[in-house]
């Protein structure tokens, strides 16, 4: 099992930009990917990336173009940029794992349930 570390979050102002980071505790060979909490819904999925570094972010209106996610592999660490914050993308982040891989395409990989990894979460205040 692979423990999952989050850090980056914080507060900011509005149109400010974070860098979230994701530690993890051994190579990641899996498919991982970035949830964050929406009162009412549950985590939706915000970016996800294979094996081999290709990612892709939630093409949901609320969030495309503004983030983007990476790996570094020589660190094991997963990271999500955020930029042009807006009030409504407070919430708490969170990094996720499973240990099979990911079609960015299929509805499977943007579902929490198909992940068995999970990280602690950091929050993402922003204010207007």
């Known amino acids: 099992q692979v423990q999952l570390v989050e850090s980056g979050g914080g507060s900011v102002q509005a149109g400010g930009s974070l860098r979230l980071a994701c530690a993890a505790s051994?190579?990641?060979?899996?498919?991982m990917a970035w949830f964050r909490e929406v009162p009412g819904k549950g985590r939706e999925g915000v970016a996800a990336i294979d094996s081999d570094g290709d990612g892709a972010t939630s093409d949901a209106d609320s969030m495309k173009g503004r983030f983007s996610i990476s790996k570094d592999k020589s660190k094991n660490t997963l990271y999500l940029e955020m930029t042009n914050l807006k009030p409504e993308d407070t919430s708490m982040y969170y990094c996720?794992?499973?240990?099979?891989?990911?079609?960015?395409?299929?509805?499977?990989?943007?579902?929490?349930?198909?992940?068995?990894?999970w990280g602690q979460g950091t929050q993402v205040t922003v204010s207007s």
């Open positions: 996720a794992a499973r240990s099979v891989g990911c079609d960015l395409a299929m509805w499977g990989t943007w579902v929490p349930w198909e992940y068995n990894m």
């Open positions: 051994t190579s990641t060979p899996y498919c």
